[in-house]
């Protein structure tokens, strides 16, 4: 974990050095504080002086001032590191998803898995941060506070050594049981979570249905789910913890009767002791926190493990050939499905530029699916994608292609919460701002969106129909060799569709695309040059 962890941590080299730095001097600093203490209380015993209580008086303020400066510096640094390293990795796992199969999210909850990287992610970074510090501090003022002890009294350090040898071997003994439940915890909070989601994302469904009930209820069972977990991982916790305070007790009332026979006897001054005292405080401190780092690890492991889990899914495959130009597209008997039902067998059809294609069929038939198979976003078929007569599919950069060559114009427009012009441009360069506004004036936008009017996610603030319309703007300034339009009438004017049918027609005939439509529009299917019918291939043939 901390090896995979460093190369986001490292990225931040100076804030983790400055901490690295700040750590150790504060190490030092509480490995000596007692011994200093120590030394005034035996000076104040032997010469009662003023002078003395004046000059411990100006090493502890120092040394206050130093520790303050040392906490400002160490917090503002590991707050930078921590926040920046886990937006590193929680993007690196944001990506990596991108890049999974489209297959792969149709039956996932995809805010359970927003959840569980941000929280995984973050845990993970922080974990390994502060046990790098922790392991340098406490190897530090641990080795210079036994040091000290050794050169005081070896029998006492002896008693030292035995104490976290039994701290050690108590959390081998309860580990296991740490990381079952912490594992478990962390997945009941992320299906809590998840359905705490639900509460408001499906608040449409929840009012037209009045199922207020349904949804309270999964929002209850799963609290209690979640809560009879917290109480299971703070009983195993209770137990582990109630042993240690066990066992720190009978260890100081040890050191107690040898200090105080040592100190009656005259073997050992009352500073002496005093220091004993708090250097086993400190030591078993050490320890606890060794042992901490221990149990910590074993619950961010269950943090690192599930991100482990979505690191191995392999990401979808890509080929590495980029055109400059698509001309044509052929179909070599093409047979998908979807969940192991075969939508459509053998299927043969050629696609060029300048003409209209038109896919129809009933819901279902896999017109949508035929499609991600043309984008290369299905990768289950058989048969073969010809780019150019001659160019398998799965040979290409299918992110270049898409990005260069193709346009979809979804049904329902995908958008996301930001400006007019960003959803219809999408942060595109290379396009004719002019033509830009002219497509916002023709389809009747350019009283109704400034380019800097905010659209919220999934277009929730506009109309079916400007939704569309942004759709379909996105392809004309595309200006792509693909154009892919998915029942892109269904929520038009009459004065739009007219437009759309006019400069498709436009388009068509300029012979600078392959034009792809989805519809049950007949006026679409007046315009089109082919019309493939799903409905004649078979789709209810299992894969074999």
């Given at each position: 974990?901390l ?10 080299k ?11 001097l504060d ?13 005034l209380?035996?000076s104040?015993?032997?010469i009662?002086?003023?002078k003395v209580?004046y000059?411990?008086v100006?090493i502890y303020f ?8 040392s906490?400002?510096?160490?917090i503002v ?7 920046n390293?886990s937006m590193e990795?929680?993007k690196?796992?944001?990506?990596h ?5 489209l297959e792969?999210?149709?039956?996932k909850?995809l ?8 929280s995984d992610s ?6 390994s941060v502060?046990?790098v510090l922790?392991?340098i501090?406490?190897i ?8 000290i002890?050794v ?5 006492i ?7 976290i ?6 959390y ?11 594992n ?9 979570y998840?359905i705490l ?6 608040i449409k469904?929840?009012?037209i249905f ?9 929002l209850?069972n ?5 809560y009879?977990?917290i109480?299971?991982?703070?009983r195993?916790a ?14 100081r009332?040890v050191?107690l ?7 009656l006897?005259?073997n050992?001054?009352?500073g002496t002791?005093s220091v004993?005292l708090?250097?086993f ?5 050490s ?14 492991l269950?943090s690192?493990?599930r991100?482990k ?10 080929g590495?050939i ?8 052929k ?9 192991n039902?075969v939508?459509?067998?053998n ?9 209209i ?7 279902g038939?896999?017109k ?10 299905h990768h289950n078929?058989k ?11 799965k040979t290409?950069?299918k992110y270049?292609?898409?990005?260069k060559?193709c346009?979809?114009a979804?049904q ?6 930001d400006?007019f012009?960003?959803n ?9 701002r002019n033509?830009?506004?002219?497509f916002?004036?023709d389809f009747g936008?350019?009283n109704?969106?400034?380019?800097d009017s905010?659209?919220?996610?999934n ?5 079916g129909g400007?939704m ?11 200006d792509?060799?693909?154009l892919?339009y ?6 038009l004017d009459i004065?739009s569709?007219?437009y ?8 068509k005939?300029?012979?600078k695309s392959i034009?792809?439509i989805?519809t049950?529009?007949?006026d679409?299917k007046q315009i ?10 078979k789709?209810t043939?299992?894969?074999?």
């Amino acid at each position: 974990m901390l090896k995979y962890s460093s190369k986001y941590i490292l990225k931040y080299k100076l804030s983790f050095i400055t901490l690295i730095i700040f750590s150790i001097l504060d190490a030092i600093l509480l490995a000596l504080t007692p011994y200093i203490s120590s030394k005034l209380i035996d000076s104040l015993v032997n010469i009662p002086s003023k002078k003395v209580i004046y000059s411990f008086v100006i090493i502890y303020f120092g040394i206050a001032m130093f520790q303050l400066l040392s906490q400002y510096v160490q917090i503002v640094n590991q707050t930078r590191l921590i926040a920046n390293a886990s937006m590193e990795l929680n993007k690196d796992m944001i990506k990596h998803m991108q890049k999974l199969p489209l297959e792969f999210f149709s039956d996932k909850d995809l805010a359970y898995y927003n959840q569980r990287i941000y929280s995984d992610s973050s845990a993970v970074i922080s974990f390994s941060v502060n046990t790098v510090l922790q392991l340098i501090t406490n190897i530090i003022a641990t080795s210079l506070t036994l040091y000290i002890v050794v050169k005081t009294n070896s029998y006492i350090c002896l008693l030292f050594f035995i104490a976290i040898i039994i701290y050690s071997f108590q959390y081998k003994l309860t580990k296991k049981n740490l990381y079952v439940t912490n594992n478990e915890l962390k997945e009941k909070q992320s299906e809590f979570y998840s359905i705490l989601f639900e509460q408001l994302s499906n608040i449409k469904l929840i009012k037209i249905f009045n199922i207020f009930n349904i949804f309270d209820l999964k929002l209850k069972n799963s609290f209690e789910r979640l809560y009879s977990t917290i109480l299971k991982t703070q009983r195993v916790a209770f137990t582990f913890k109630s042993s240690q305070t066990i066992l720190t007790a009978v260890v100081r009332i040890v050191l107690l009767i040898i200090g105080g026979f040592q100190f009656l006897e005259g073997n050992m001054t009352i500073g002496t002791l005093s220091v004993l005292l708090s250097y086993f405080s400190s030591v078993i401190a050490s320890a606890t926190s060794f042992i901490e780092l221990g149990q910590g690890y074993i619950t961010n492991l269950v943090s690192f493990n599930r991100l482990k889990e979505l690191i191995i899914i392999e990401e979808e495959p890509n080929g590495n050939i980029s055109l400059n130009e698509i001309n044509t597209i052929k179909l070599e008997e093409i047979t998908y499905g979807y969940k192991n039902k075969v939508l459509i067998e053998n299927l043969n059809v050629n696609f060029e530029k300048g003409k209209i294609y038109c896919i129809h069929g009933h819901n279902g038939i896999g017109k949508t699916t035929l499609i991600n198979v043309l984008l290369g976003l299905h990768h289950n078929y058989k048969g073969n994608v010809l780019i150019n007569d001659s160019i398998d599919l799965k040979t290409l950069d299918k992110y270049h292609f898409r990005e260069k060559a193709c346009s979809y114009a979804t049904q329902t427009a995908l958008l996301f919460n930001d400006t007019f012009y960003t959803n219809l441009t999408l942060n595109k360069k290379s396009f004719d701002r002019n033509y830009l506004k002219k497509f916002i004036k023709d389809f009747g936008l350019i009283n109704k969106f400034k380019l800097d009017s905010i659209i919220s996610m999934n277009g929730k603030n506009i109309s079916g129909g400007e939704m569309q319309k942004i759709s379909l703007i996105r392809s004309f300034i595309d200006d792509k060799d693909i154009l892919i339009y998915d029942e892109p009438t269904s929520y038009l004017d009459i004065n739009s569709k007219a437009y759309f049918l006019e400069y498709l027609s436009k388009i068509k005939e300029s012979k600078k695309s392959i034009i792809i439509i989805i519809t049950h529009d007949d006026d679409l299917k007046q315009i089109s040059d082919e019309l493939i019918d799903l409905e004649t291939f078979k789709w209810t043939k299992l894969y074999s």
